[in-house]
């Protein structure tokens, strides 16, 4: 399967050439999901990085033994990112609601990669940091929306 036409649609490509797309694709694993399989579960150790290329996944928490969805991610969302640069346990769970196709980038092929590649890797952190920021701003204005509530 071509999985270019997705990895040049997602933004933690943004402003790639064709060329240096390519390169990221030679670290992309290609996985195809049923509903309901699960992509990582919570406080599983996070090894790598997914992008949502086609179907719906859901995010979810268990507290109390009771899941909750936190949310719904869509193509070309982008999920699991700072585990490409920080490994540590996953703080929520994700599995495929539809079926989906997701593209993981395994932090032992983008450190791989680092070595052989360099100057692409960091164009993908100067993105993957923009993309952090945008996410902890929206993540910010969902707290003051929670604190007006209480």
């Known amino acids: 399967m071509d999985v270019f036409p997705f990895l040049k649609a997602n933004p933690l490509l943004r402003g790639f050439t064709d060329d240096g797309v390519r390169i990221i694709q030679a670290a992309v694993t290609i996985r195809q999901l049923e509903p309901m ?8 150790m996070g090894e790598g990085c997914f992008l ?3 179907g719906e996944v859901s995010i979810s928490v268990t507290r109390n033994g009771m899941e909750r969805e936190l949310g719904v991610l869509y193509a070309p969302d982008l999920f699991g990112e ?6 540590g346990p996953r703080r929520v769970s994700a599995k495929a609601r539809t079926q989906s196709l997701v593209l993981e980038i395994a932090r032992r092929d983008f450190l791989r990669l680092q070595q ?7 164009k993908l952190l100067v993105n993957l940091t923009e993309i952090v920021a945008q996410k902890q ?14």
């Open 37 to 44: 399989m699960p992509i990582f579960v919570e406080r599983m």
């Open 52 to 54: 949502l290329a086609a």
């Open 82 to 87: 700072l585990s490409l640069v920080q490994p």
């Open 116 to 122: 052989q590649r360099p100057q692409a890797c960091l």
């Open 137 to 150: 701003v929206a993540a910010g204005g969902m707290i003051e929306r929670l604190t007006d509530l209480v």
